[in-house]
């Protein structure tokens, strides 16, 4: 290998990597507010990519309907129980707050489809479409089960990631599909090829990730999730209901899931279940900081990001394999560096 | 017993299938069997031990490719392959066991999914294992010159097999390495406090799930008799989960419960949804991802439990009068028993224990008061290990034990209960009590998987009953431990220290939740406790309790000791007064 290689596999590594971090992140916002291992985070990727590509070809993107039917939905979940009259009486409300944004979502997308070379509009659907579904999987399926434990929450996430997988099956078929570069400009720097695509995917990944550090440390939203992740019982004491904290968590998670899927869209075909393999690098990523800490889930990523680059050079077959393996030896310090066992008691 | 009756009916069921099943039916019974072995071992590491693998179809992978490679490349017989595929799964698995299990309980699925997911990969890309297309020719098994390579005789074999795994799986957690196996659960503080060794074993559990799963592999490879990667992918480890946690991972028949919903569920997804839904997509996962959702919304623990509520009650786990287990010799009354000697703890900042010193000598009972706050139960905390101690020495007859592990501290006898009872709430208050006398037996996994070891189990639970008995509990035998009043599970908090044959009792408010009558009889047994020759540290906040029992309080406040003499002089020292006052008298 000589320096250009390793210049232009840094490049690629570095532009993995940002992606790879971005979702350690969302899965550490996740797991420190819920105790969820957000295992479906992969299906948001998946989702907002082929969204993303049907509208470019002009077509309505399944996962409207998906919106539209998660509204109806929670609004359901919201009345089961509730005396009949309640029950009535609340529905309009709840019908315009559930249903507002699924039916906003669902016309920009239409309007979007109209308008194939119009690319601003197409990023502003697809990110209404797939946030929303966060806080909508949250509510139906881990809200009535929010103090259940670990194990059965990971248990959850897995079947959800199976709908979630089968339904991009149904949406948007076997094939994969690219969408249309945002740029095809390119940079020589010396020997290296920058290409505009890569400059993009690392400075979104840092504004984003700058956002949400904004959003943690400054905001009441963000400090009221923070104090969920540190003590929930001791945050819902103080106001914080934990309803609120887990949907906004999974709003966010959304939200970044949907980022990367963007930022993807146009470097790599996307099949429906391309997001879990993406996904799961990134929960690589976040093992390194023991699923607790942002700064080590974004090296991490990083070093995912590199393991993967090199590998896909000198031994391409064993790529994943390296990558995973890799968690290995990340544990094996950890263990080392842990004197005791941390095995927590339940009283 | 009545209880044997459901197993007996399932038995038999399993006996009749072949006659009664099309062949079809038969495969379809023999993937079962398979995947119920696999989720076995789930139920034992995630429903009973608390700890999650998301590995296991790599370890089914291990074992079928150890015997393909060795019974087609080099032409072994299928018995080596499974001798080869045993060790291979043991070591793999006592490596992940090692660098996760001393972490937090989080990394064994973290790492069972890297694991799982690489070895997957390598099982498709190394030429030595035929890549994607895998290895064929693989030879039937023969036992004894009678070859089994036809449906119903792999039937008789696996469900043979599967019934041998499920009958030594009960017996080993009706045994006393499987009441410890259960307290790894949350409560592997406690555990360590009686000698449990629980980092040991919960790569013990682990390697046991493991080689179940290596078994069913083995299995599978002769059954199929060609193997590929697809069977041991990731999903493969995922469905193995999800079948002891909808079966309900707590009971041993939840593995067979589970393998069979979900195979079937999956088949007769297959079957029925292209009809109704057209064959355009993958609908059966779609629909089993919502089943299992809203099972786990209505059952969180699986669909055992419920069906157990139907069937005639559980086991009863009787104790038959035997010969008492060996005492420890007692000490001569007044020999110095623990010795502290300027002890300190801080956390961060906060000094808990600052500089404390004091003697306790044998045959007495010692209370230790204070206001909240003041370090009493941090100073059991140390002195039984559960701590580390910043600075200061603890003596105990006249050994070190400031650096000595829980475990060590355990076996030199000393004993404790604990301020919030730390008890398993859904087992008998016989089975909590003899998780006390865990170090006064020492058969392991496989006696007692073969029940080699009933004599020494009927000693160590006719030694819980009698302690029950003693503490005034003989009416609870058999009581869920969680049923009981806050008061009764203090007291068989004492039960269980008094299972390990303490020469130190450390009582952490013993009293507290008792009513006036039952005090009276707490205290009557303390003092029979001490003319046996067992010396007791209690930290009470009643002092009327305290008064009229212990020989010398001990005061703490603020981590320093305060005040140290007879009851009565205690009472009226300025300092103590002061502290629980506010005000100088």
């Known amino acids: ?347 | 017993m009545k209880a044997r009756l459901p197993p007996m009916i399932a038995i038999a069921a399993i006996a009749a299938a072949p006659l009664l099943l099309s062949d079809y039916y038969i495969i379809l019974m023999n993937y079962i069997g398979l995947a119920s072995l696999v989720a076995l071992g789930l139920v034992l590491l995630t429903g009973v031990a608390g700890l999650t693998s998301f590995g296991q179809a790599a370890f089914v992978g291990l074992g079928a490719y150890a015997t393909a490679v060795v019974t087609t490349r080099y032409g072994w017989s299928p018995w080596l392959g499974l001798a080869v595929g045993m060790t291979l799964t043991a070591t793999a698995a006592l490596f992940l066991g090692f660098i996760t299990l001393r972490l937090s309980d989080q990394y064994l699925p973290l790492g069972t999914i890297a694991w799982g997911i690489s070895i997957y990969f390598a099982f498709g890309n190394l030429v030595f294992l035929g890549e994607h297309s895998g290895i064929p020719g693989i030879p039937p098994l023969s036992l004894f010159g009678w070859t089994i390579d036809t449906g119903w005789r792999l039937y008789l074999v696996i469900w043979l097999v599967v019934l041998l795994a499920l009958l030594a799986a009960r017996n080993l957690l009706d045994s006393r390495i499987g009441r410890a196996i259960r307290t790894l659960n949350g409560h592997a503080r406690m555990a360590e406090s009686f000698g449990v060794d629980t980092g040991r074993l919960k790569i013990i559990v682990f390697v046991y799930s493991a080689l179940l799963a290596s078994l069913a592999g083995w299995l599978y490879a002769h059954f199929l008799r060609y193997v590929s990667p697809s069977p041991f992918g990731i999903n493969a480890g995922i469905d193995y989960l999800f079948m002891a946690v909808i079966g309900g991972s707590g009971h041993i028949w939840g593995a067979v419960a589970g393998a069979s919903i979900l195979t079937l569920m999956r088949e007769w997804l297959k079957d029925i949804l292209p009809h109704l839904l057209g064959r355009n997509g993958n609908y059966e996962i779609i629909v089993f991802g919502l089943l299992v959702v809203l099972l786990l919304h209505r059952t969180s623990s699986g669909l055992m439990p419920f069906l157990v509520r139907m069937l005639p009650g559980g086991r009863l786990l009787r104790p038959v009068a035997a010969a008492p287990l060996p005492q420890r010799p007692r000490l001569a009354r007044g020999e110095t028993l623990l010795a502290i000697d300027r002890v300190s703890k801080s956390f961060g900042a906060i000094g808990a224990v600052r500089e404390l010193s004091f003697e306790l000598k044998a045959g007495g009972i010692v209370g230790l008061i204070g206001p909240n706050g003041a370090g009493k139960s941090t100073v059991f905390n140390l002195a039984t290990g559960l701590l580390p101690v910043t600075a200061g020495s603890i003596m105990f007859r006249g050994q070190r034990i400031e650096r000595l592990g829980s475990r060590e501290i355990a076996e030199l006898g000393i004993a404790r209960t604990f301020q919030h009872p730390n008890l398993l709430a859904d087992r008998s208050a016989l089975e909590n009590a003899a998780i006390g006398a865990h170090l006064r037996g020492e058969a392991g996994l496989i006696a007692a998987s073969l029940r080699l070891e009933r004599a020494e189990e009927a000693r160590l639970r006719d030694e819980a009953a009698r302690q029950l008995e003693r503490v005034g509990l003989g009416a609870n035998l058999h009581d869920a431990a969680g049923s009981l009043p806050l008061g009764s599970q203090r007291i068989l908090e004492i039960a269980r220290a008094l299972c390990a044959d303490p020469l130190l009792l450390l009582l952490d408010e013993p009293a507290a939740g008792l009513r006036h009558l039952e005090k009276q009889a707490l205290a009557a047994l303390l003092r029979d406790l001490r003319d046996d020759g067992v010396s007791i540290l209690l930290v009470e906040h009643d002092m009327n309790f305290l008064m009229g029992l212990a020989d010398r309080v001990l005061v703490m406040e603020f981590g320093r000791l305060i005040a140290d003499g007879p009851p009565h002089a205690v009472q009226s020292d300025p300092a103590v007064l002061e502290a629980y006052l506010g005000v100088a008298a």
């Open chain 1, 1 to 347: 290998m000589n320096l250009d290689i390793a210049l232009w596999l840094s490049q690629d590594a570095i532009t993995n990597g940002a992606v790879y971090a971005l979702l350690a992140i969302a899965l550490v916002l996740v797991y420190t507010v819920t105790r969820i291992i957000f295992v479906p985070q992969g299906e948001f990727i998946s989702f907002a990519a082929l969204s993303l590509a049907s509208l470019q070809a002009g077509q309505v993107p399944g996962t409207v309907y998906l919106l539209i039917a998660g509204g109806i939905l929670v609004v359901a979940a919201d009345s089961v129980g509730l005396p009949r009259a309640v029950a009535l009486q609340r529905l309009p409300g709840r019908l315009i707050r559930q249903m507002a944004l699924p039916l906003a979502a669902g016309g920009i997308a239409w309007w979007s489809a109209s308008r194939p070379d119009d690319l601003w509009l197409q990023i502003v659907a697809t990110l209404a479409i797939v946030t929303p579904l966060g806080p909508m999987v949250y509510r139906l399926a881990f809200q009535p089960i929010a103090h259940a434990s670990v194990l059965v929450l990971l248990i959850v996430a897995v079947a959800v990631h199976y709908v979630l997988t089968g339904m991009g099956l149904v949406f948007f078929g076997g094939e994969g599909l690219r969408s249309n570069p945002y740029s095809s400009l390119s940079f020589n720097v010396g020997v290296l090829n920058v290409t505009a695509q890569s400059l993009l995917i690392v400075f979104a990944s840092v504004t984003l990730m700058a956002a949400l550090w904004f959003v943690f440390e400054r905001t009441l939203y963000g400090k009221a999730l923070n104090a969920t992740a540190i003590n929930r019982t001791g945050a819902q004491l103080i106001g914080v209901s934990p309803s609120f904290s887990g949907q906004l968590s999974f709003a966010l998670a959304a939200f970044i899931a949907a980022i990367s899927g963007l930022l993807i869209a146009p470097t790599t075909t996307v099949y429906y279940d391309t997001g879990f393999l993406i996904s799961l690098k990134g929960f690589v990523g976040a093992t390194v900081g023991g699923m607790a800490s942002y700064p080590l889930a974004v090296v991490g990523s990083l070093l995912v990001g590199f393991l993967e680059a090199g590998s896909s050079f000198w031994w391409s077959a064993f790529k994943d394999s390296l990558v995973f393996t890799l968690i290995v030896p990340v544990l094996l310090w950890r263990s080392l560096a842990t004197p005791h066992s941390e095995g927590d008691e339940r009283q």
